[in-house]
T-cell receptor, first 109, second 117 residues
């Protein structure tokens, strides 16, 4: 099956800093989504982005499908951004998402 | 609009006991999914359903059964619980999936924390 690698595994930031999270995948994809799991365990869909660039407030994401990676940018980070960020992909020929192991982000005041 | 709800939120079972986890969604989604989340493993798909009356196996289906008798509900059953099934279980739903023309962001329920002793 398709392999998904996220980096870095852990990240500690001061409030106000910017960060870039990376997701590499091993094959072509039909579907790529970014999720945020808050410290209480709730998973929230951030972006559906199989290709191109999207922005939502301080967050933006870019997927370069031909080079098999996606980036999630967080600008002016806030303590509420803390949690785990997951990338999930659906490989061509498959019908379900495969999740990476996540990037754990801690934003300190 | 409650979105995706899961019942119960917490449960402790003894080895060999059985239980059913209930997932309900009010978004008229066709696709529903059950995942388990273990430390350091991300989320792994147990079973999924592409419509009422259908089910399919995911990555880690052994020891679990599912049923989708109604479009809005997806049940996950453990017939004989084992300590290896201690995990957090998430249900998710989406409008469609691969091969459909609709976008298919997945929306997650709050999770069920299950401990098997």
């Amino acid at each position: 099956g398709i392999q998904v690698e996220q980096s870095p595994p852990d990240l500690i930031l001061q409030e106000g800093a910017n960060s870039t999270l990376r997701c590499n995948f091993s094959d072509s994809v039909n579907n790529l989504q970014w999720f945020h799991q808050n410290p209480w365990g709730q998973l929230i869909n951030l972006f559906y982005i199989p290709s191109g660039t999207k922005q939502n407030g301080r967050l933006s994401a870019t997927t370069v499908a031909t080079e098999r990676y996606s980036l999630l940018y967080i600008s002016s980070s806030q303590t509420t951004d803390s949690g785990v960020y997951f990338c999930a992909v659906e490989g061509s020929g498959y019908s379900t998402l495969t999740f990476g192991k996540g990037t754990m982000l801690l934003v300190s005041p | 609009n409650a979105g995706v709800t899961q019942t119960p939120k917490f449960r402790v079972l003894k080895t060999g006991q059985s239980m059913t986890l209930l997932c309900a969604q009010d978004m008229n989604h066709e696709y529903m999914y059950w995942y388990r989340q273990d430390p350091g493993m991300g989320l792994r798909l147990i079973h999924y359903s592409v419509g009422e009356g259908t089910t399919a196996k995911g990555e880690v289906p052994d020891g679990y059964n599912v049923s989708r008798l109604k479009k809005q509900n997806f049940l996950l059953g453990l017939e004989s619980a084992a300590p290896s099934q201690t995990s957090v279980y998430f249900c998710a739903s989406s409008y469609g999936g691969s091969g459909t023309s609709v976008t298919y962001e997945q929306y997650f329920g709050p999770g069920t924390r299950l401990t098997v002793t």
